[in-house]
């Protein structure tokens, strides 16, 4: 179902709800309303959450015009793990390995997300989404 979130603390309490979900539903994603076009087909935006909340980290992606990003933990870079997976309404979405960062930064990339008029978060580190 979608919902509105139109303050920080409406955004803390969609990623609580979010953490509360069965593995099979602990990714969503984000638009910007005033940025839908109502003649186009399509948003040209995509930002999405996910949550892994036995593990305490998240993983961002944002996709525009500019390109596709996910969120980049540096201090991971030299992991084994091929692709790490959240899923959207059981349907699964692969990240690239080191895309894994910490809940808080997820929770304060989304509200900036939202304040910045849906431009991507210059509070976490991004890599471009090479899968």
């Known amino acids: 179902n979608p919902e509105i979130l139109a303050s920080p603390e409406d955004v ?23 940025r839908l076009n109502p003649d186009e087909r399509f948003p040209d935006h995509q930002f999405q959450a996910g949550v892994d909340k036995d593990r305490e980290v998240g993983v961002l992606r944002y996709h ?15 992991s084994e793990e091929l692709v790490v997976a959240y899923n959207l309404m059981g349907t699964a979405d692969e990240f690239p390995p080191a895309s894994e960062i910490p809940l808080d930064h997820v929770r304060h990339a989304v509200k900036e997300f939202l304040a910045s008029g849906g431009q991507r978060p210059q509070s976490v580190q991004w890599q471009e989404d090479s899968l």
């Open 12 to 34: 803390d309490a969609f990623i609580d709800r979010l953490l509360a979900q069965p593995v099979d539903n602990n990714l969503a994603s984000l638009y910007l309303v005033e």
């Open 64 to 78: 525009s015009a500019d390109g596709e990003f996910v969120s980049f933990a540096p201090w991971d870079a030299d």
